[in-house]
């Protein structure tokens, strides 16, 4: 799959969620499938933007996508 970026509306289409409710998720929910596509997100500007390649692993995957794709640990110095 070539990495084109989706929307939240096209995100949310494809996970079967209104858009409304994947934002919530996002921004709320414990959920390691939320917690993990928010971490992988990519902001240009105050939008945001999902990976194809990344929505189709939590679509595959679900909860389990962390344990599948684990995200990169980062160090102090390269938090700032």
């Keep these: 799959m070539k990495s084109e970026l989706l929307?939240?509306?096209e995100t949310a289409?494809?996970?079967r969620r209104r858009p409304q409710a994947l934002r919530e998720a996002l921004c709320r929910s414990?959920?390691?499938w939320a917690a993990w596509l928010r971490?992988?997100?990519?902001r240009l500007?105050?939008?945001q933007y999902f990976r194809a390649s990344d929505v189709l692993?939590?679509?595959e995957h679900g909860d389990r996508v962390l344990e599948i794709h684990p995200l990169p640990?980062?160090?102090?110095?390269?938090k700032c």
């Design 45 to 47: 500007g105050r939008r």
């Design 7 to 9: 929307t939240v509306e």
């Design 57 to 59: 692993l939590v679509m």
């Design 39 to 42: 971490a992988r997100r990519v």
């Design 30 to 32: 414990e959920a390691t």
């Design 13 to 15: 289409e494809c996970l």
């Design 73 to 78: 640990t980062r160090s102090r110095e390269e």
